[in-house]
């Protein structure tokens, strides 16, 4: 309760009860809407977050079911099947060859694929995979061909397939999933599993394969169900992937799967929205426990409710669309599908569809589909459409409903939470529950449809195939034979171009990853916690002012009281403003200047040593006060002015420092060992807690002065406080330690330590805690690719080392979380504690000394990172110099670096012994290096030596000079000149692309493809190029045939196909000319 006379106000804070449960905890009223004056409440700004939402959601709908309309129109041609090119016009033996590209990144192919198929009676020779329309193989994709044989080659036994690597990029490899030939005559199917790259990728890849042909038992295998469940789970069951890659015997359209998209967002949006409780509004349910997971019996409730509403309705629309009959398939290419059109999209499409216009003339069928399962009318698909928009609109009216009874702020609260939740379950749950699915299918159910044939027949291929297609048999021209030599520089090419491209992403990557660093680092370091210091040290240090003593002039113990009185205290308990008038006591509570509110009270906490008597000729029996160390402090509780027990306890009942005088264990109060300036010291002693009011604190520190609480004995006293700027939202811990050595006099020392605890507030909160999962992201990705190298190249990987730096930087960041979470729990303690008793001192310093060990941990990440990127741009020809140089002179650098080492030690020591006695600068061997190094750059002190020694500084600082800086950094310099000599000779004779300069050939590249339609073909695929005119020639002759066909029909005037005839001539005159 706070009472404000002035303003006549009483301000009260309740605090909830938790653990409390009345009633029925179990269920969950929904929300409720007002009909009566919700219509009143509509404000265009209010509702402006769901209005856009919902505009945003229609124009994506719009854009998707084009797209996906054309697409469909596409993929019934697209899916059809062609015969093969080099087909002869007199064969009569039909073969259905498909073939399944894998669902990989880069699966696809441009190249030109040649196979043999052999069987028992016989085989193919080497054919042609094309059909003179398509040019590539597109991933994902399911493509079939006819192929026409003159007879009958029997049970088939092996397929051997290779591709002439002829594509650009990319698009030269292939992931080939499989390829299933079907016998039309008497309707066998066989199966050969491929599921491997042909590509030159590397030096074990190969362009060619021979597949073997799979038995049952060889498809059914776990390993090969789980790929096949688990692809066509994504392409068929996946409601967001099955849009893209829609599975080829599936008749569930695309337009049809994106409106079902449509209806699960709206339903999960209403049913997320009839139980949106904001975080203020929620009870305090019985949380049940079950091990590490926390919930209550209402989440359950409104988790089931939310999945009834979105899920039955979307699962009866998807069931209506998949079960419903599709419309009785023609396979006649006359017969066209794509009458059913758009007609204002059309005109704009034509020359989107042109290449699947032309490839509709050449088809021998349509798409090849699966009715199984298929049990209802095709009218049902009205019904689905009518309940998916229906659904969808109703959805988003009852939606807006909701945002005009609730208003702005809440109904941005809901938003935010939805697509938090929407986009976890879409990216996460929805992949883990594909995957858990294939594996379950693939345990359980042996799928034996591989081996089902599919629906065409000889009769189908009979009349739309041998009356248009075919050509005569003396003109077939084969697949070239692969060009081993021409492989081989496609080989170096290929690696060239992967090592280069994987120099690119790991660049991209590791820029992303050193970003992510930085801003982590930034959240927990700024320019905030410099001037929170710096006004703390100005204030206390450094304070300004007539007779104010600065904390550095104090030398005595009555300069240090008197320091404590006049410039601490009245620091830290300010009493009145600038103009007199009494502080409100809540500013009070506040350091001086109102800006740092202050955590607790300050404390003093002193060590001492343990009084000891000694004889010592000629003077006697002495009292003597030891060094100080940390086994032999004192440990002993006193009374008052340090006398020995028993103690007068009514004395200690009025006293304010009684405490002041009993020794405190360091584990009791979280204490930490502390370096000093002279010496080091143990975090517990003897300790004198100060007050929150400035009177009560005088009162305790006058009992302390007056006791003589500061001794003989006394080897330190540690002044300690915690404040927060909220500001800034910045911690700081200082502590002003003052040494009492046993040489005599008073040092000084300062730490002003500012840290941050709350880390996700404000707008930046969430951009930190997006950096942190990132983080998380990019360290398990890491790891699979550093296990992924340790398996593969075994004891190798340590001689890599880059992959070592990339172990290391997975052991720190590991480091890094742990500490992160524990700076976290010591954290909570902490605030606990402070809670508990906010008039009590709380300590601070083990979390300061927490966090600053964290910061150098990710400070070393951040090193770790910079060098990773050093490295990968040293794959450049001339970034690449830098390392090369110094891996050329290692072992020189090495051996002059102990030489060097032992030299300058040597003079740091001989430093030590012929001034330390008189100059702060070499008064340890330390401190001896750090001067001796400074001088090495330059900034000499041999003012200093020369006033406490001229003869002896004279030769010291000659000698130094003379070995040091002449000789053996002239040394050093002779090295590096030496190899950066060597290496440059090398680097001429290298003839490898530099990586700068590939970029901007394959920026200039790209640029000019844009610009003239297509590339120049410089390289290996000009080469590959010449092959090609035969079958560029046959190809040209075909379209030419092909169009005077379709010009003419079979009744028109003999003379003008005789013309045709006589130019078809001319044509193989030229092809046999080219061959």
């Known amino acids: 309760m706070d009472w404000k006379p002035t303003q006549g106000e009483i301000s009260c804070d309740c605090t909830g009860q938790n653990g409390l449960t009345f009633a029925n905890s179990f269920y969950v009223a929904p929300n409720t809407i007002d009909f009566a004056t919700v219509f009143l409440k509509f404000s265009p700004q209010d509702q402006a977050a769901v209005l856009a939402t919902f505009v945003l959601i229609l124009v994506l709908y719009i854009a ?6 054309h697409q469909d129109k596409k993929d019934i041609v697209r899916w059809g099947v062609t015969p093969l090119i080099d087909n002869f016009v007199d064969d009569t033996y039909y073969y259905l060859i498909t073939v399944y590209t894998g669902m990989r990144r880069g699966a696809g192919t441009r190249s030109r694929v040649g196979f043999i198929v ?19 193989f597109r991933t994902a994709s399911v493509n079939h061909f006819l192929m026409a044989t003159s007879q009958p080659l029997g049970p088939l036994t092996y397929f051997y397939i290779f591709h002439d690597n002829s594509g650009e990029g990319e698009w030269s490899s292939w992931y080939l999933n499989r390829v299933d030939v079907e016998d039309l005559q008497d309707r066998t199917r066989f199966v050969f599993m491929c599921g491997r790259w042909l590509s030159l990728d590397n030096l074990e890849s190969h362009v060619e394969a021979v597949l073997p042909v799979c038995g049952r038992e060889n498809v059914t295998t776990f390993k090969n169900m789980f790929y096949i469940n688990y692809k066509e789970s994504l392409a068929d069951n996946h409601l967001w992937i099955s849009i893209y890659f829609r599975p080829t015997s599936s008749h569930f359209t695309r337009i049809q799967r994106i409106t079902c998209l449509l209806l699960f967002i709206m339903l999960t949006m209403i049913g997320n929205a009839v139980y949106f409780r904001p ?14 997971l926390q919930f209550s019996w209402q989440t359950v409730f409104i988790s089931i409710m ?22 009785v398939t023609d396979y006649d290419v006359k017969d066209s599908s794509l009458k059913y059109s758009l007609p204002v999209i059309n005109s704009f499409m034509d020359k989107v569809l042109k290449e699947s216009k032309e490839l509709e003339r050449t088809l021998v069928a349509k798409g090849v589909m699966s009715k199984d399962g298929t049990i209802l009318p095709f009218w049902v698909t009205y019904i689905a459409w009518f309940l998916a928009l229906a659904g969808s609109f109703t959805s988003a009216f009852f939606i807006m409903l909701f945002s005009m009874e609730w208003g702005k702020t809440k109904t941005e609260m809901w938003l935010a939470q939805f697509f ?12 883990l529950k594909v995957v858990l699915m294939a594996a379950v299918f693939a345990l359980i159910f042996q799928q034996t449809e591989k081996f089902r044939p599919s629906g065409l027949t000889r009769e189908i291929v009979l009349k739309n195939y041998r009356q248009r297609y075919g050509q005569e048999q003396s003109i077939r ?6 060009n081993h030599s021409l492989l081989e520089k496609a080989r170096e090419e290929r690696m060239r171009d992967i090592k280069m491209m994987d120099s690119i992403k790991q660049v991209f990557i590791t820029l992303v990853y050193i970003w992510i660093i930085y801003s982590i680092s930034f959240s927990n370091r700024d320019t905030g916690s410099y001037y929170v210091q710096k006004d703390i040290s100005n204030r206390l240090l450094t304070p300004s002012g007539k007779d104010v003593r600065k904390f550095e002039n104090v030398k005595t113990t009555e300069q240090y009281l008197d320091w404590l009185k006049q410039v601490a205290f009245p620091t830290l308990f300010p009493e009145q403003e600038y103009n007199g008038e009494r502080l409100y006591w809540r500013h009070r509570q506040y350091a001086s200047g109102l800006t740092n509110f202050r955590v607790g009270p300050p404390r003093l906490r002193q060590v001492r040593v343990v009084e000891d008597e000694e004889s010592i000729h000629p003077f006697g029996s002495v009292k003597i006060y030891p060094s100080y160390s940390i086994i032999n402090e004192e440990a002993r509780s006193f009374c008052f002015g340090w006398s020995k027990p028993p103690c007068d306890i009514a004395a200690e009942a009025y006293s304010f420092s009684f405490k002041a005088w009993k020794y405190t264990n360091p584990f009791d109060i979280w204490g930490v060992p502390v370096l000093g300036y002279y010496n080091s010291y143990s975090g517990g002693g003897y300790i004198a807690e100060l007050d929150v009011n400035l009177d009560f604190t005088n009162r305790t520190m006058q009992e302390l002065t007056e006791n003589l609480w500061i001794d003989r004995s006394t080897r330190a006293v540690f002044f300690e ?6 500001d800034f ?34 707008q930046t909160g969430y951009y930190v805690i997006f950096c942190e999962v990132c983080f998380v992201l990019f360290l398990v990705a890491q790891i699979v690719r550093v296990i992924y190298y340790l398996y593969k190249l075994r004891l190798q990987f340590f001689k890599s080392t880059w992959l070592v730096l990339d172990f290391v930087g997975i052991f720190l960041s590991f480091v890094a979380i742990a500490m992160y979470v524990g700076r976290m729990l010591l954290a909570n303690e902490t605030f606990a504690k402070f809670k508990a008793d906010p008039k009590a001192f709380v300590n601070f310093q083990h979390i300061a000394y927490w966090d600053s060990l964290f910061i150098v941990l990710i400070g070393l990440l951040v090193f770790l990172g910079t060098t990773r990127l050093l490295g990968i741009l040293g794959y450049d020809k001339r970034i690449g110099q830098v390392f090369r140089v110094f891996d050329n002179c290692a072992w020189d650098l090495l051996w002059f670096g102990v030489f060097f080492l032992c030299l300058f030690v040597f003079y740091a020591i001989l430093g030590y012994l012929l001034f330390g006695r008189d100059l702060e600068s070499y008064y340890d061997i330390f401190q001896s290096l750090g001067t001796l190094f400074i001088s090495m750059i330059g900034k000499s002190k041999f003012n200093e030596i020369n006033e406490a020694d001229p003869l002896m500084a004279q030769f010291y600082f000659f000698t130094y000079v003379l070995f040091i800086v002449y000789f053996l950094l002239t040394m050093f310099l002779a090295i590096l000149c030496e190899s950066i000599n060597v290496v440059h000779q090398k680097t001429k004779l290298d003839r490898s692309d530099e990586l700068v300069m590939y970029l901007i050939d394959k920026v200039r590249d790209f640029f000019s493809r844009n610009k003239d339609g297509k590339k120049s073909q410089k390289d290996f695929t000009s080469i590959m190029a010449e092959h090609q005119k035969p079958l560029n020639l046959l190809k040209e002759l075909r379209k030419d045939i092909d169009s005077a066909m379709s010009a003419y029909s079979e009744k028109e005037d003999k003379d003008k196909q005789d013309r045709m005839k006589k130019r078809g001539k001319e044509f193989l005159k030229k092809l046999e000319q080219a061959n």
């Open 64 to 69: 998707l079911m084009i797209w996906g309309r």
């Open 118 to 136: 052999a069987g028992e009676d016989g085989d193919t020779g080497v054919r042609e995979l094309f059909d003179g329309v398509r040019t590539e």
């Open 279 to 292: 975080e203020d509004e929620y009870e305090n349910p019985e949380t049940v426990k079950l091990g590490p």
């Open 306 to 327: 939310s999945t009834l509403i979105s899920t039955p309705a979307v699962i009866l629309v998807v069931t209506l669309f998949k079960k419903a009959k599709p419309r």
């Open 420 to 431: 938090l939740s929407f986009l976890e379950s879409a990216c996460i749950l929805d992949p």
């Open 477 to 482: 021209i084969p697949a070239p034979p692969l």
């Open 721 to 726: 406080f915690t404040v927060y700027n909220a």
């Open 729 to 762: 939202n910045v911690f700081t811990y200082s502590m002003l330690a003052t040494e009492f050595p046993e040489v005599g006099g008073v040092m000084t020392m300062s730490t002003i330590y500012p840290f941050r605890l709350y880390h996700h507030v404000g």
